[in-house]
């Protein structure tokens, strides 16, 4: 399987997901999975998904510009960091953001998020 594959697959399938239907990302966290989002943070799909649908905005559209990614550790990990912009509904100027993930394989020949970090970038 190669990584930068699953990097950018997992990457389209987030952002659409985010952007369409935010409450169908709960499927991608497990119980043990932590969101930092802006600094604060979250723990566990259903607590992570009520954070998700709860943020102050009902559309938006991620723009993006960068996806590296990375082996993770002896259980095949991987860790995957997004750049790009974020364009709220109604707002003239998008938003730089900075993601990262760590994906972690499921029996299932899948992955979950295992870790999250969500960050604004202001400049």
């Known amino acids: ?3 930068d594959s699953v990097a950018k697959a997992f990457v389209e399938h987030y952002y659409r997901t985010f952007d369409s239907n935010r409450a169908n990302l709960v ?5 043990g999975s932590m969101l930092t989002f802006e600094g604060a943070k979250i723990q566990g799909a259903p607590a ?3 954070k998700l649908t709860s943020l102050p905005f009902d559309q ?3 723009v993006i510009s960068t996806v590296d990614c990375q082996p ?8 995957v960091f997004v750049s790009g912009q974020l364009q709220l509904a109604g707002e003239q100027h998008p938003l730089k953001f900075s993601q990262m993930f760590h994906l972690m394989p499921t029996p299932q020949r ?4 295992q870790n999250d970090i969500f960050r604004l970038n202001y400049a």
């Open 60 to 62: 938006c559209a991620h």
């Open 110 to 113: 899948s992955f979950y998020v």
């Open 1 to 3: 399987m190669d990584p």
């Open 72 to 79: 993770s550790g002896p259980q095949d990990g991987m860790i």
């Open 48 to 50: 992570i998904a009520a």
């Open 27 to 31: 499927g991608l966290y497990q119980d």
